[in-house]
């Protein structure tokens, strides 16, 4: 029984990745652990270990990393362990590796157990349309099986060129071009403010980047992105008469995350129109940048990629978004 080569590669590019971070998976699930928990003697239940064992694990992963993840509150110790910038920066990437571990470990298995029937798995990020991924779920041809799997924001480009995805629904700028990628635009959607519901802008029924000038935002991410990726979610460029305001970190990775920033009073954020239509919360509310371009939404794959389960796929769903009018 033969095991698809798509699946080979995946697992190839994902213990490659982690050799090369020297990084240990069950180190990172203990680390995941300590942080959801916000205790040592909590997460070593959870996980079934010793705490001197976890304790350990901790140590030597930051032993690898070269700093500090988290600390134990001295002060108050009631409050639990405190996670450090740098353990907040790992967490995102953590969870992105296990998670793909997770699905290696799962479209292997299922091809070991239906070795006639092709998986394609396709990925999307938060804030992608229910139309678009229904559209995905249901391309698959006879013979193939579509899977999708969720995405932190950034991370689609990476998924399709690492193999961990074949397809990816993604939102980027009009005109965009992704190394080693190509692109088929399915829909266009507006950019819109996330504000705190008390803010003197939430009464506008829409707003312009001169009145969000100087408004603290939130760090998009994208740093070593794609060209024009960070740009968008920061809107910019902007008018010399609507100057940015203080870029405001970490990124985050989910919907609920860039909520919570925003109805923290952190700052603002810019999304699509498309998050607020499937995501909502009576503290937080959206508003239309009527000077913004709109956001093109789409569907990406390898460039060079031939396999005819995923060519099939990709065509059947054009057809069906091209169908419904995007």
């Known amino acids: 029984m033969r095991v698809p080569t798509d699946v080979i590669r995946s697992v190839n590019n994902l213990r490659r990745a982690l050799e090369a971070a020297v990084l240990d998976l069950e180190l990172l699930r203990r680390f995941v652990a300590v ?10 239940r959870e996980l079934r270990i010793s705490q001197p064992a976890l304790s350990q694990g901790i140590a030597r992963l930051e032993r690898e990393l070269g700093c500090r993840l988290v600390e134990r509150n001295r002060r108050d110790p ?19 590796l296990i ?7 799962a479209r292997t298995r299922r091809a070991a157990s239906s070795p006639r029937r092709q998986v394609i798995t396709i990925g999307f990020s938060p804030g992608t349309p229910p139309a678009l991924l229904d559209a ?44 080693q990628c190509v692109l088929r635009e399915l829909a266009r959607v507006d950019r819109v403010a996330l504000l705190p519901v008390d803010h003197p802008l939430a009464a506008r029924p829409e707003v312009r980047l001169a009145d969000l000038a100087g408004e603290p935002i939130l760090d998009p991410g994208f740093e070593d992105g794609p060209v024009g990726f960070r740009e968008l979610w920061l809107g910019l460029p902007r008018p010399e008469a609507a100057p940015i305001g203080r870029v405001v970190g970490p990124p985050k990775a989910t919907v609920d995350e860039m909520y919570a920033f925003v109805a923290a009073h952190r700052g603002m ?15 937080v509310v959206a508003r239309r940048i009527v000077d913004l371009d709109a956001v093109a939404l789409g569907l990406g794959l390898l460039a060079g990629d031939r396999r005819a389960g ?3 796929t990709a065509s ?4 069906r978004i091209t169908a419904q009018g995007g």
């Open 136 to 179: 995905a779920l249901t391309s698959g041809a006879d013979g193939i099986e579509v899977v999708a799997v969720q995405l932190a924001w950034g991370r689609e480009h990476e998924a399709l060129v690492d193999g961990s995805a074949d397809l990816a629904l993604l939102q980027y700028p009009l005109g965009a071009e992704l190394p």
């Open 269 to 283: 954020a810019i999304t699509t129109a498309a998050v607020p239509d499937v995501y909502q919360r009576g503290d």
């Open 35 to 44: 942080v959801d928990t916000r205790s040592f003697t909590i997460a070593a």
């Open 99 to 105: 998670a793909a571990a997770e699905r290696a470990e």
């Open 316 to 319: 059947a769903m054009v057809e």
């Open 310 to 312: 995923v060519l099939r």
């Open 78 to 96: 009631s409050t639990g362990v405190l996670v450090t910038a740098a353990g907040a920066t790992l967490l995102p990437e953590a969870l992105a």
